[in-house]
């Protein structure tokens, strides 16, 4: 039996994904079938750039810090996490960034754009 960690919710689609233990936000969502915005997946690009709204994540593997400096200073609210390395120390919230889309990967179902407004709420 597979044992789950945290639970991550993605705003604003309002959407709760299961994590388990180690697990990094990126690949959670992509094991439940869907996608978020990434490109290096290294901590490198800041591509995937959201919001930590609730909880704490560890970084496994080093994250450029100048991308994490940056983005706080562009926003008031919520701390900038690059998900395709953060690993949820319990349950977290993130926002993603306005633009970005949780993507359907096989099909089906429904993507959430980040400004399409809070399904779900
Ligand atoms: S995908 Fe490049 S920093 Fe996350």
């Known amino acids: ?72 200073t562009d926003r008031s609210s919520g701390r900038p996490c690059l998900p395709c390395q953060a690993v949820p120390r319990g349950d977290i919230t993130i926002r993603l960034e306005e633009g970005c889309r949780l993507v359907r990967i096989f099909g089906g179902g429904t993507d959430f754009a980040a400004d399409d407004g809070a399904a779900g709420d």
Do not use: Q
């Not at 709760?16 to 936000?25: D, K, Q, S, T, Y």
């Not at 990126?26 to 490198?44: E, K, S």
């Open 1 to 72: 039996m597979t044992k789950v960690k945290s639970m991550i919710r993605v705003l604003p689609a309002n959407v709760v994904f299961a994590a388990l233990p180690g697990e990094r936000v990126v690949d959670a969502v992509r094991r439940a079938g869907y996608r978020l915005p990434y490109a290096c997946r290294r901590g490198g690009c800041g591509a995937c750039l959201a919001w930590l709204e609730v909880g704490v994540v560890d970084y496994l593997s080093p994250v450029a810090d100048e991308l994490l400096e940056a983005a706080h």
